[in-house]
């Protein structure tokens, strides 16, 4: 089996507890798939993105994972048209360090804004061994 090509989604409220469930279904895929060095960085991107979602967007929302050979791609699409903007976070506050760590962790992210939705989606190199390697 080749890990090019894999997608996996999942839908979630918007209730606190959906960023945790979106770090659940990150980790659950990435460990599925040979991809456990990842797990830590994209299960924290995902739960930034979720939490945005839930925090600044009020409704449900999709977390998606694009597992190629050579990358994986984690997206969350939301009923928002508005991008996510940094904002200077207080240093000892709880908040606004969200899409800095996003920038940080992944090689790129990213919005696409369509009418009146958005997907945001950040990647990330994949270099460990391929799961058609391991079998």
């Keep these: 089996m080749s890990i090019d090509g894999d997608t996996y ?3 979630l409220g918007a209730d ?3 960023p945790s469930k979106a ?3 990150v980790r659950f895929h990435l460990l599925a798939q040979g991809a456990d060095h990842l797990v ?3 299960r924290l991107v995902a739960s930034e993105l ?3 979602a839930v925090r600044h967007v009020g409704s449900a929302f999709t977390v998606g994972l694009d597992v190629g050979d050579h990358n994986v791609r984690l997206w969350v699409w939301d009923s928002s048209p508005f991008a996510p903007t940094r904002v200077a976070g207080d240093p000892m506050g709880a ?7 996003v920038e940080m962790l992944s090689s790129q992210w ?5 009418d009146a939705s958005k997907t945001v989606w950040a990647t990330f190199e994949f270099d460990g061994p391929s799961v058609a390697a391991l079998q």
Excluded: C, K
Aim: charge should be negative; aromatic fraction near 4%.
């Design 9 to 11: 989604e999942v839908r």
């Design 23 to 25: 770090r659940d279904f």
């Design 40 to 42: 830590e960085d994209i």
């Design 95 to 101: 908040g606004g360090r969200g899409l800095a760590l």
């Design 110 to 114: 990213g919005v696409a804004v369509l």
């Design 16 to 18: 606190p507890s959906s």
């Design 50 to 52: 979720a939490t945005n």
